[in-house]
Antibody, heavy 119, light 107 residues
């Protein structure tokens, strides 16, 4: 079955760019699925960051849209998150996920990776 | 905006849990989902399209509702059901929003 695994630096300097990848195993990223990024800041709830359709298209959280880029690399069977101009408020556990459909929610999740923004 | 209530629900195993999710504007039932989240684990999709159980979810979990009011019911609580539950909707302009969560704790 499809499994997801996040990877990337656990520590990012303030004002820098956070870059994470989500490796997809047990399936192809080229089957016209939607793939999402979600985060949870310490002591807070879940926040959707954005999603990408591997057949074309992206949706972003308006509150983060100016700083977020989500992309797919089919040759590596992974998708990525870039979040620029980070601050301490971007410290969180970041999850990647595969959607059931564009709008039906996230059915398969990675285990999450913790990113801390340091000053 | 999705508002979940109560913030914390204290119940005993074997009891029934009723969790509420209220939207600030009408939401298509097709776009309403519920998740279970335990510390240190990934969230788990329980219910999609307001009332459809995701793969592998026990039938003691059920979802209902329409418009602005949605409910997740968990019958005969098992010890492993104690967790935080989030509702989520997909709405214009093509974005997901989560509720703030309900902490279901053991009484």
């Amino acid at each position: 079955q499809v499994q997801l695994q996040e990877s990337g630096p656990g520590l990012v300097k303030a004002s820098g760019t956070l870059s994470l990848a989500c490796a997809v195993s047990g399936g192809s990223i080229s089957n016209c699925n939607w793939w999402s990024w979600v985060r949870q800041s310490p002591g807070k709830g879940l926040e959707w960051i954005g999603q990408i359709y591997d057949c074309g298209g992206t949706d972003y959280n308006p509150s983060l849209k100016s700083r977020v880029t989500i992309s797919v690399d089919k040759s590596k069977n992974h998708f990525s998150l870039r979040l620029s101009s980070v601050t301490a408020a971007d410290t969180a556990v970041y999850y990647c996920a595969r959607n059931l459909r564009q709008s039906y929610g996230m059915e398969i999740w990675g285990q999450g990776t913790t990113v801390t923004v340091s000053s | 905006v999705l508002t979940q209530s109560p913030g914390t629900l204290s119940l005993s195993p074997g009891e029934r849990a009723t969790l509420s999710c209220r939207a600030s504007q009408s939401v298509s039932s097709t776009y309403l989902a519920w998740y279970q989240h335990k510390p240190g684990q990934a969230p788990r999709l329980l219910i999609f399209a307001a009332s459809s159980r995701a793969t592998g979810v026990p039938d003691r979990f059920s979802g209902s509702g329409s418009g602005t009011d949605f409910t997740l019911t968990i019958n005969r609580l098992e010890p492993e059901d104690f967790a935080i539950y989030y509702c989520q909707c997909f709405s214009s302009p093509s974005m997901y929003t989560f509720g703030q969560g309900t902490n279901l704790e053991i009484k």
